[in-house]
């Protein structure tokens, strides 16, 4: 190493030839990046543009054009369905507490006189669970919420009656947010008690403030009546154009859930043969009994099953659709 030291020209050659290799070497790894990154910008860029060009449609300003006036359209349409919805309801009119209490007397007692027109049964004192009203009237807020939920608690029952069913065994309606928090501890009435109502409606569901779209009330109704009946009221609430409802649960129960015994059946087979013979009536053969076939003269058929009626539960939504524009403006300060 010491004709390193000697010659001092060669020794300034090595170092200079070292710190160049270290500077090629250094540019020689930020070209490398360099080229990876536009490599990777570059992979990407055309995987964007393949996806662009084989996209249908295309991404073109006709196209976007398109687009846009598509859009246009289907929020005009769903504002003109919302706007349709909301005539298939129940307007709130302005009444004072003592004008809802007149309203309440007069459906009740129209109630009562069609039920027993028809011979439906239903409840003594029968006030659609607006029972507490009947001796206090309400706060002066609640009046006109209440008062369309009584006009709507009416069709409700009307649809029954209408429909001939046996009997209404009970009715229970939410209680509103407005007389809720005028009455704090105020609870149900007739029919078993009523639904209460919590901070955003019953289960957390209810737009009272109208900051939604829809805003659901749910009442509970339960009777009895036979079969061609009870369909008639499914298909009635349904149809209802004056108050859009949902039917949200369905509880059928028989009301004779036993099936009758053979020894009950051969007993009414027995009593129907010994009835038609002892009348003369022709008859025909079943098994070892004689049952006769109707005539003019009398029917002497007995009739062992197809005689239950259905035990009927239902929880129905009215069903209050806002404008728009209402629920923008309802809306706006949330």
Do not use: C
Request: proline share 6%.
């Amino acid at each position: 190493m010491n004709w390193i030291r000697e010659n001092k020209f060669l020794a300034g050659f090595i170092a200079v030839v070292l710190i160049g290799a270290g500077a090629l070497g250094y540019l020689l790894y930020t070209a490398w990046s360099t080229y990876s990154d536009a490599s990777d910008e570059y992979t990407a860029t055309a995987s964007s543009l393949k996806q662009l060009q084989e996209r249908v449609p295309y991404p073109d300003l006709g196209n976007l054009k398109k687009y846009r006036t598509q859009q246009e359209g289907l929020i005009a349409a769903t504002g003109t369905l919302a706007t349709s919805l909301s005539q298939m309801v129940l307007p709130v009119v302005e009444i004072t507490p003592s004008a809802f209490q007149d309203r309440l007397r007069e459906i009740s007692n129209a109630t009562a006189a069609k039920a027993a027109r028809t011979g439906v049964k239903i409840p003594e004192h029968f006030a659609l669970d607006f029972d507490q009203y009947q001796i206090q009237p309400p706060a002066a807020a609640a009046a006109g919420p209440l008062g369309r939920q009584l006009e709507a608690l009416n069709l409700a029952v009307n649809i029954l009656i209408d429909a001939h069913v046996d009997d209404i065994t009970g009715l229970q309606r939410v209680r509103l947010a407005e007389e809720t928090s005028a009455h704090p501890n105020q609870h149900g009435g007739s029919g078993g008690g009523g639904m209460k109502v919590g901070p955003h409606g019953p289960g957390g569901n209810n737009a009272a403030d109208g900051s939604d779209l829809v805003e659901k009330i749910p009442f509970e109704i339960r009777f009895t009546s036979s079969q061609p009946a009870f369909q008639k009221v499914i298909d009635d609430f349904a149809g209802s154009s004056k108050q859009f409802f949902i039917t949200r649960t369905l509880m059928l129960d028989n009301s004779n859930p036993k099936p009758i015994s053979k020894a009950s059946a051969e007993a009414a087979t027995a009593a129907t043969g010994a009835a038609a013979v002892a009348a003369g009536q022709p008859g025909f053969q079943v098994g070892p009994q004689v049952l006769a076939s109707g005539t003019a003269g009398g029917n002497y058929l007995s009739f062992l099953v197809g005689t239950e009626k259905l035990l009927v539960t239902m929880q129905i939504d009215m069903v209050v659709f806002h404008p728009p524009e209402k629920a923008e403006r309802h809306g706006g300060g949330h």
